[in-house]
């Protein structure tokens, strides 16, 4: 698995020097895979659950894919794989050829990143119908009011 996903990298070997030395490789996206970053909140209404363990059983169930979580952040958003060429029609963004993606080693722990859902096999990747029905379950975020 870990070969499959260096090689996203122009330079696998960067990818393998990246994870030894960081935990994560900065990969960039758009050639084996896309990325949908979804907002934390979403995922855990549409699951109906905010506990890791839950929130992971009920992603590979869904979704049958592999799925990132960004750490780094308070919000920490998912990041859901997607195939390059896979139509999106949702208000998550999709992030393709341009950005890149900071993916922990499969296997490895990290305080950057972690795998929620491993892929199951190399080049396996979560289909944008299942997402969008996921989320189409999950409660509307509300609006935000900005006070003067």
Not at 104 to 122: E, I, K, N, T, Y
């Amino acid at each position: 698995m870990a070969d499959w996903l260096a090689r996203a990298h122009p330079v696998p070997r960067q990818a393998v020097s990246e994870w030894s030395n960081h935990g994560v490789a900065l990969l960039p996206l758009g050639r084996r895979f896309d990325a949908i970053r979804v907002p934390s909140e979403r995922v855990h209404a549409a699951v109906g659950s905010d506990v890791p363990e839950t929130v992971a059983a009920a992603l590979a169930e869904w979704l049958h894919g592999p799925v990132i979580r960004d750490l780094r952040s308070g919000p920490s958003p998912y990041y859901v794989l997607v195939a390059p060429d896979s139509r999106w029609q949702g208000d998550e963004e999709r992030l393709g050829t341009g950005s890149h993606l900071g993916v922990p080693r499969p296997g490895r722990v990290s305080m950057l990143a972690c795998w929620v859902v491993l892929p199951p096999f190399p080049g396996s990747l979560c289909a944008t119908a299942r997402l969008r029905a996921l989320l189409d379950i999950a409660e509307p975020l509300p609006l935000r009011t900005v006070q003067p």
